[in-house]
């Protein structure tokens, strides 16, 4: 069953991207002072109208065949980096739609030495215009944007129609992990997992913390982010849930 819901249009993919850069040529008032950044750090930052032109081929960009794993919403880039430089057999790509936050991640990426690290500039309601179906070998998002009133649903992440991506492209074996301040989002993958339309996605949930700060964590070898570091820092809860697709 096909989920609905998506926060943007979906026209049929074609050979072109349905997300782009904003032009270069906008005159200077009204151009983000970031947007030319994250072209001039190519090509550790992979604009959009790059990014799209390399389904099926990351190994290339990468310079090497490793498991793809991928980062949504990557922030300032503490965690990619961490992740990647914990695992340099891994190909670790971050997808961040904010042109600042982009050149964060390449500045950090750039400092330390990162070869097996990039960020590309992307929409999350787009990943198929990225990647292949069963390509992705770990996928992982990091404080979502809560939207807790019931009118932001079409504005939330985890939601009916990601999780379908999430199974969709993740490879057999692969795994989701999702970690948040805001409870609810903990909660909803497990509500709408047991629900139409995603109970019969070839997902389970392998684990579930209710306060990573107390060492039960969902999954081994945890990177506290930055953002999670501030709730530590405050005695208060982060949450975390770990999904895997099943062969």
């Avoid at 695992?87 to 670790?92: F, I, L």
């Avoid at 990225?130 to 990091?142: D, H, P, T």
Wanted: with cysteine; proline share 9%.
């Amino acid at each position: 069953m096909e989920a609905p819901g998506r926060p943007t249009p979906q026209p049929e993919r074609k050979e072109h991207p349905r997300f782009h850069d904003r032009t270069r040529d906008l005159p200077r008032h009204d151009t983000n002072p970031h947007l030319q950044a994250h072209y001039d750090m190519a090509p550790i930052s992979i604009p959009a109208e790059a990014a799209w032109r390399h389904r099926g081929a990351w190994d290339q960009v990468f310079g090497r065949e490793a498991p793809l794993h991928v980062e949504i919403g990557s922030g300032n880039g503490f965690f990619l980096s961490e992740l990647a430089a914990r695992h340099p057999d891994w190909n670790v790509l971050g997808i961040e739609i904010r042109y600042k936050r982009v050149v964060l991640c390449a500045m950090k990426i750039e400092k330390a030495g990162l070869e097996n690290a990039r960020i590309a500039r992307y929409h999350a309601a787009f990943l198929d215009d990225l990647f292949e179906k069963g390509s992705i070998a770990g996928l992982y998002v990091n404080h979502p944007d809560p939207w807790p009133k019931e009118r932001h649903e079409s504005k939330r992440l985890i939601s009916s129609w990601f999780l379908h991506d999430v199974a969709a492209y993740l490879a057999p074996g692969a795994h989701f992990r999702l970690k948040s301040d805001f409870r609810p989002n903990v909660d909803r993958v497990e509500e709408l997992l047991g629900s139409e339309p995603c109970s019969s996605l070839p997902l389970r949930i392998t684990g579930r913390s209710d306060d990573l700060s107390k060492g039960d964590t969902p999954w081994p070898d945890d990177i506290v982010t930055n953002y999670q570091n501030k709730f530590l820092l405050k005695g208060e809860p982060v949450y975390g849930i770990a999904v895997e697709k099943s062969g």
